[in-house]
């Protein structure tokens, strides 16, 4: 961060000046009106109070324009573990309304004096426009900031003119092609970012030129042809910090030199450039603090090398394929703060010389799948810890007795292992910093007394599968901070206190599914359901479905006793248009009509679930209105979420709003289920299946262009398939069987050239098969129990048609006409075929001399 070196006196700027001020206001898009005091009333006129203005306390010049637009800091916020926060989501939507937008007018070039130039994060300040070449003129500049702005194209070369650049940060902009060879001239530089653009660098010598670069960012350049950018790099007396992510490197080999000259290196970063060994030369480093290889293709163990870099206070290994143990040398880097392991092969147990780490403040383990044994006791010595993340191993014991001194750890993950054993209050005494506790996936049984409330105060807390029933944990209460809650699979047979939802001012997401909770859930609610997603299935919930608040998202109460019609749950009239994007009632005791009143919904629902329940009437046309299901209006920011898996209860769960659990969902299909991963926005789904549901089949159903999932299956609906259904060309799956549909199949089913799953079965259909390349590579079944012709049903069509045969003189015979010739045929075979069975059968004599032929002629030729 540099100093502004100024302050802010009373002295009156420069008229010109100011008027050049004016003409770039006039050019700007300012949403958030953050330039209003850039004007000319009397109250005003002085430019050097105008916000992000700063001139000389001497001369009065504008020496510094501070435009940009500060993003919100993640540090700021208690960010949950898939990075959201309600908080930290309104920061940043803040942020976007404030940015900067327009293009720059050249008069800037006018203001001489001006050496601090700030544009960063104004994604729309240039978008469409080249990177103005007259920023070449301002010869004054020492700093220059116009990363992540909407400039794109290649530098100009202009920028070479800036001799007095101290800064110069062009990084997350959209810039291709190559570096021009002038950016040497930039002597005084000492930080130099270029990273995250699409830079095609063949030529790295000006960067020898650059003696006093102390920083350097090209992440994600391309520098697979310049063969000699390693010993380029090294000619950099005074570079400390080296960020290479991302970037296409010439491929190492093991003859490289094993040390470099890279005497003033402190921090080098190498992740996701494939290399598939740690090159040699990265040992030479000892004076290294901070070092990332993560994300690479690294196989084999962790060498044993790392030991010569004794100064590193970060070591980022992640998401390689080390397959050793960890070995005693990383024990041995006693600075280590930062400490990730995690995403490996790595097995093995924990050296209790875990102990020696004690500046950790980061640990991370995690998917490593094969360390496994119990957590070391040395654990307890790192009283510095922060952070700990050991998920999806195979740990075994109880951590908690060597957790439990640990008073700093904020973020604590230990899900899927095989850890076991009771959790007591004495464990958990001293975890007065814990804000994120995610336990899931272990045999955990919490044991504390009625009247515990937890020193710490979370912001996340998932333990799922831990034993804490048949009561609701009172101590709930007291977590007044919660945003996300995963209390399923947890033994909980007891109704919901109505103390709950108020404990939960600030939550965005409560799972309570898989227990026995019983009672009925609107007793329960003081106020609509205003949480954002809910999930409440697999319990005994019964009674009246509950109402809503305009912020839920996300509603999950499928697999439950809810009973009676929709109508006041889904015909409610709110002040505001309801959001919800995702809605499962599926295996309830529902029943009544769908109601047609999908007006208050904003059209916004992605994905519909009323399977199994006692629903009748017929199905609302009004689906049609269901904007969120139409192609052009379909989502990429759609999360899916696992809920069940049964061949029963068949459903996508769907939902747009940032969910922890999104991970993954499985769709039962053709007898088997299909597993859909983290984002997958595009999936959309209608599901009516097991209901009474009668009518036929809406016409604007097909307008849903942007649908998927269509299952209408085991109703009692008639009539015929809708022609228009080869409209809906994103259609992956179609299950229709077991209804009272009739008539033939539609032509234009044959338009749907993503179809992978279909079911027709039982049904009246009747006719031809309609001929496609998806409709033939379907099983007999998806056919069976209808009146069906043609491929892939062995049924031939053409068996009722005039058919064309010709006789044995080449003559042609009308198919439906006695065809003589074949029928005297048939007729002397049978004839002559009796003739001969009846005298055998008659004449005891012949029977005896027609059977002893065979063994005579056989007993001759043995002779011969």
């Given at each position: ?234 000619t950099l007396p005074s570079l400390t910090n080296l960020s290479l992510s991302g970037c296409t490197l010439p491929l190492p080999h093991h003859s490289q030199p094993s040390a470099l000259n890279f005497s003033s290196l402190l921090s080098l970063g190498m992740s996701y450039v494939g290399y598939p060994f740690v090159p040699k030369w990265i ?95 040395s654990l307890e010595r790192l009283t510095s810890l922060v952070r700990l993340d050991l998920s999806d191993n195979q740990f075994i014991g109880n951590p908690f007795e060597s957790l439990k001194s640990l008073y700093k750890l904020s973020h604590l993950y230990i899900t899927i292992n095989h850890f076991q054993g009771v959790v007591k209050e ?439």
């Amino acid at each position: 961060m540099f100093a502004f070196g100024v302050s802010r006196e009373t002295r009156v700027c420069i008229p010109s000046e100011r008027e050049t001020l004016l003409k770039l206001k006039h050019h700007l898009i300012d949403p958030s009106n953050r330039l209003s005091s850039w004007n000319n009333a009397s109250a005003n006129s002085n430019c050097c109070h105008w916000a992000g203005v700063l001139c000389n306390n001497l001369t009065a010049h504008v020496v510094q324009l501070h435009l940009n637009t500060t993003p919100p800091h993640s540090d700021d916020f208690q960010l949950d573990d898939e990075g959201y926060d309600e908080a930290y989501h309104e920061a940043y939507e803040a942020y976007e309304r404030s940015q900067l937008g327009g293009e720059l007018n050249p008069c800037l070039a006018d203001l001489k004096h001006l050496n601090y130039l700030d544009l960063s994060s104004n994604v729309g300040l240039g978008e469409g426009k080249s990177i103005p070449a007259f920023l070449g003129a301002m010869t004054s500049l020492t700093h220059l900031d116009l990363s992540y702005t909407g400039f794109y194209g290649k530098i100009p070369s202009q920028i070479g003119n800036l001799s007095n650049l101290v800064y110069l940060n062009l990084s997350s902009m959209v810039i291709y092609e190559t570096i021009p060879s002038q950016m040497g001239n930039l002597s005084n530089l000492r930080y130099l970012g270029l990273g995250e653009n699409d830079l095609f660098v063949e030529n790295v010598d000006w960067l020898s030129r650059l003696s006093k670069l102390e920083y350097l960012d090209l992440r994600h350049a391309y520098l697979s042809k310049a063969f000699h950018w390693l010993h380029t790099l090294q000619t950099l007396p005074s570079l400390t910090n080296l960020s290479l992510s991302g970037c296409t490197l010439p491929l190492p080999h093991h003859s490289q030199p094993s040390a470099l000259n890279f005497s003033s290196l402190l921090s080098l970063g190498m992740s996701y450039v494939g290399y598939p060994f740690v090159p040699k030369w990265i040992f030479g480093l000892t004076k290294l603090v901070s070092l990332d290889l993560s994300a690479n293709y690294i196989e084999g163990p962790i060498p044993y090398d790392f030991q010569n870099l004794t100064l590193l206070q970060t070591l980022d290994l992640s998401f390689n394929s080390f397959s050793s143990s960890i070995p005693d040398s990383i024990y041995g880097l006693r600075q280590l703060k930062f400490l990730r392991l995690d995403g490996n092969n790595l097995n093995g147990s924990i050296s209790n010389a875990l102990g020696n780490l004690t500046f950790l403040i980061e640990l991370d383990l995690s998917h490593n799948y094969h360390l496994e044994g119990t957590i070391p006791t040395s654990l307890e010595r790192l009283t510095s810890l922060v952070r700990l993340d050991l998920s999806d191993n195979q740990f075994i014991g109880n951590p908690f007795e060597s957790l439990k001194s640990l008073y700093k750890l904020s973020h604590l993950y230990i899900t899927i292992n095989h850890f076991q054993g009771v959790v007591k209050e004495d464990h958990l005494a001293n975890l007065t910093s814990l804000k994120s506790f995610y336990a899931s996936g272990n045999n955990f049984t919490l044991k504390v007394g009625p009247d515990w409330y937890p020193r710490f105060q979370l912001t996340n807390l998932n333990m799922r599968s831990w034993k804490l029933g048949p009561k609701f944990s009172s101590w709930i209460q007291s977590q007044k901070n919660l945003q996300y809650l995963d209390m399923s699979n947890t033994w909980i047979s007891d109704s919901i206190p109505t103390w709950f939802w108020e404990a939960l001012p600030h939550a965005s997401y409560v799972n309570l599914s898989h227990n026995h909770i019983h009672g009925k859930l609107m007793t329960t609610l003081r106020n609509p359901l205003s949480i954002n997603v809910v999930d409440l299935s697999k319990n005994h919930l019964c009674g009246k479905l509950p109402y809503l608040s305009k912020d839920v998202y996300w509603l999950d109460i499928s697999s439950n006793s809810f009973s009676e019609t929709m109508d006041d749950f889904l015909c409610q009239k709110p002040d505001k248009l309801m959001q919800l994007e995702f809605l499962n009632l599926a295996s309830n005791k529902l029943s009544g009509r769908i109601p047609d009143c999908w007006i208050n919904w904003n059209n916004s629902v992605v994905d519909l679930d009323f399977a199994h329940n006692s629903l009748s009437g017929n199905i609302p046309s009004c689906f049609s209105h269901l904007n969120a299901m139409l192609e052009q209006n379909k989502s990429n920011d759609l999360f899916i979420c696992l809920i069940q898996q049964s061949p029963i209860d068949t459903a996508i769960i769907v939902g747009q709003i940032q969910v922890d659990s999104a991970i993954s969902v499985f769709l039962w299909t053709k007898g088997r289920d299909t597993e859909y991963k983290s984002i997958l926005g595009l999936v959309t789904n209608i599901d009516l299946s097991n209901n009474n549901l009668s009518g036929t089949i809406p016409r604007e159903i097909t307008d849903l262009d942007g649908l998927i999932y269509l299952n209408l299956s085991h109703n009692q609906l008639s009539g015929e398939i809708p022609p228009s259904i080869g409209n809906m060309r994103l259609l992956e799956s179609i299950d229709i069987s077991r209804n009272q549909i009739s008539g033939e199949i539609p032509s234009t089913i044959s338009n749907l050239s993503f179809l992978s799953s279909l079911d027709m079965s039982h049904n009246h259909l009747k006719g031809k098969i309609p001929t496609g390349t998806q409709i033939q590579s379907f099983e007999t079944s998806d056919f069976a129990g209808n009146n069906l012709c043609g491929p892939p049903l062995p049924t031939n069509c053409d068996s009722n048609q005039k058919v064309l045969v010709t006789d044995n003189i080449g003559a042609e015979i009308d198919g439906h006409e006695v065809n003589w010739f074949f029928v005297s045929m048939a007729i002397g075979f049978v004839v002559g075929f009796w003739t001969i069975i009846a005298s055998l059968l008659i004449y005891r004599s012949w029977r005896f001399a027609y059977f002893s032929f065979p063994d005579e002629m056989l007993y001759k030729l043995k002779s011969y």
